[in-house]
């Protein structure tokens, strides 16, 4: 099939969920072409919108969010969004931060205080849906230029030593990378030859929008029962999970269905009238074997499905993205050190890992055996002491989240602090660029110097801050990840090194 010159891009990605759209944004914004298919006609389907598409977002998607100037953005798209939360769980006394297989932990237990790379103040994740977060990175996507293909779905792939062939929707697009953003079931995996690999569904899941006939049969809320979980918001709004093997994935439920396994987990003898909306997922845990095949990646749900109890899916695929846009375009741009790419996996992997174990964690306390109840009742005593809470915190909220880069300072490897320096700007606004910084709290020429060396990457700001955490000189990199960090007097060859491991070498040598 001939290839028409304008279907050449840097990067072509297939799939234009909230992982393609933010990674495309990420790839513009450090000056390289992108190309999304999508296999969808419209970006809009009922699953999207409130309620079932209601996403906790976690701190370090949150913060990724303010590094790229996103977040008034969705705040303006949240409004019914912050109705619902605010009419929900938020508003019990005292307030909860989060749970575990539905064991809350409260924020006034909470010791902040022991995050001691962390700045003091307020903690913040917030609440969106789908729809919303999809069409304000749709947006910028298209603000910064890069190119949506909708109904257009991937089908496969050649590769030779210098580019990809993406065949798409009877069409033929050249890139030099093709990354895959496609889901769970990513078409990109499985044409890679990637392996997928994990422990199978304990539980088929429903969310289901119904009319019944006798609801106040129902109590509201969240319910664990000798058959299982569920949740009811009256009139009709219900996520239940079924211990069936996850039998039922990706069958049609009809009426007769969703009410009888709302019988079974509830319990109660409960009418279904009418089914409005419904939807299956499982606990399924399966991680990608690797991220990377020669030009082709992997984020998001199509490197790692689990079970959404816990809400930790979407953050773990934004947080692939941060970190896969910026290696992947120096790798481009050819400034990238050799190995650069390679840390994508070897970062990103273990994480994944760590989440996929969560909510396996998760899906044992909720079985409905004696063993887990019993189980169940320990878990919520730890979480009800101090250290209890804060360990969940940390946990559920993403703030402990560190990459291993060799460095034992408490700040290397993760998320910079949002320091509000004398100039007036903070951290998070001097990232919104896509490039690294070196901040130095002492304003030292020798510093500035070496950082100019690099000015097509590195931001030199020397200022000075209230509260430095103890540090004197920082390089982040630019998804926010500190690099290197500094108490007293810095060696600058120990600078110019952590300098060429992130950002190649200077402009001067390249
Ligand atoms: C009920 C539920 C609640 C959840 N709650 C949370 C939560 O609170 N917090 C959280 O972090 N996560 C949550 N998640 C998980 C979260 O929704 C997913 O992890 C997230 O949507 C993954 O984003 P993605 O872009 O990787 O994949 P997707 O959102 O699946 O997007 C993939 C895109 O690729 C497209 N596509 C598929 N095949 C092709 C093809 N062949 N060619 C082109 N395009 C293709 C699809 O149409 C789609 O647009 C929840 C999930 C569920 C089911």
């Not at 419209?42 to 990724?64: I, N, Q, W, Y």
């Not at 890992?353 to 063993?371: G, Y």
């Amino acid at each position: 099939m001939p290839i028409p010159d304008t279907a050449f891009h840097d990067v072509i990605i297939a799939g234009a969920g909230p992982v393609g759209l933010f990674l495309a944004c990420e790839l513009r914004l450090a000056g390289v072409s992108v190309l999304v298919l999508e296999q969808a006609e419209h970006p809009d389907t009922p699953l999207k919108a409130l309620p079932f598409g209601l996403r906790g977002l976690s701190v370090p998607t949150v913060e990724s969010l303010d590094r790229r100037d996103l977040l008034d953005d969705l705040k303006a798209h949240m409004a019914r969004v912050e109705t619902l939360v605010t009419a929900h769980w938020m508003q019990q006394k005292p307030s909860p931060g989060g749970h575990f297989a539905g064991i809350q932990f409260f924020r006034d237990q909470i010791d902040a205080a022991r995050w001691a790379y962390r700045l003091p103040g307020p903690v913040g994740s917030i609440a969106t849906d789908m729809a919303s977060i999809e069409a304000v990175f749709a947006r910028r996507a298209e603000t910064l230029g890069v190119k949506i293909r909708r109904g257009c779905s991937f089908e496969s792939f050649e590769e030779s030593d210098a580019s990809v062939i993406v065949h798409a929707g009877g069409e033929a697009f050249e890139g030099h990378w093709l990354v895959g953003c496609d889901g769970g079931r990513s078409a990109v995996r499985k044409a890679s030859g990637i392996g997928f690999t994990g422990t199978d569904p304990e539980f088929t899941g429903y969310s289901a929008q119904v009319v019944l006939a006798n609801p106040d049969a129902l109590k509201p809320g969240r319910h664990y029962t000798p058959a299982g979980m569920y949740t009811f918001a009256a009139p009709g709004t219900i996520a239940m999970v079924n211990f069936d093997g996850g039998a039922f994935h990706r069958a049609e439920p009809s009426r007769d269905h969703i009410e009888a396994v709302l019988r079974k987990v509830s319990g109660v003898d409960i009418s279904v009238i009418a089914l409005e909306i419904a939807a299956t997922w499982t606990d399924r845990a399966y991680q990608a074997t690797a991220y990377r095949r020669g030009r082709v990646l992997l984020a998001g749900d199509s490197a790692h499905v689990h079970s959404p109890l816990g809400g930790q899916g979407l953050n773990l695929g934004l947080g692939d993205a941060m970190n896969l846009g910026w290696k992947l375009a120096a790798t481009i741009r050819g400034d990238a050190p050799g190995d650069l790419l390679d840390t994508y996996a070897s970062e990103r992997q273990p994480i994944g890992a760590q989440i996929l174990d969560w909510s396996r964690a998760q899906v044992a306390l909720m079985r409905p055996s004696a063993s887990s109840r019993a189980l169940g009742a320990i878990i919520r005593d730890l979480v009800a002491t101090g250290d209890g809470a804060t360990y969940f915190a940390e946990r559920v909220w993403g703030v402990g989240i560190r990459y291993d880069l060799g460095d034992r300072h408490l700040l290397v490897g993760r998320s910079a602090p949002d320091f509000e320096l004398s100039d007036g700007s903070r951290t998070n606004e001097l990232l919104r660029n896509g490039r690294g910084l070196l901040l130095d709290f002492r304003g030292r020429a020798s510093l500035q110097a070496i950082s100019d060396r690099w000015a097509d990457r590195i931001a030199y700001v020397g200022v000075t801050t209230d509260e430095s955490l103890g540090t004197d000189t920082v390089l982040v990199r630019p998804d926010g990840v500190i690099a290197w960090a500094c108490e007293g007097q810095p060696s600058l060859d120990e600078i110019e090194q952590a300098a060429i491991r992130w950002f190649g070498q200077p402009e001067s040598s390249t």
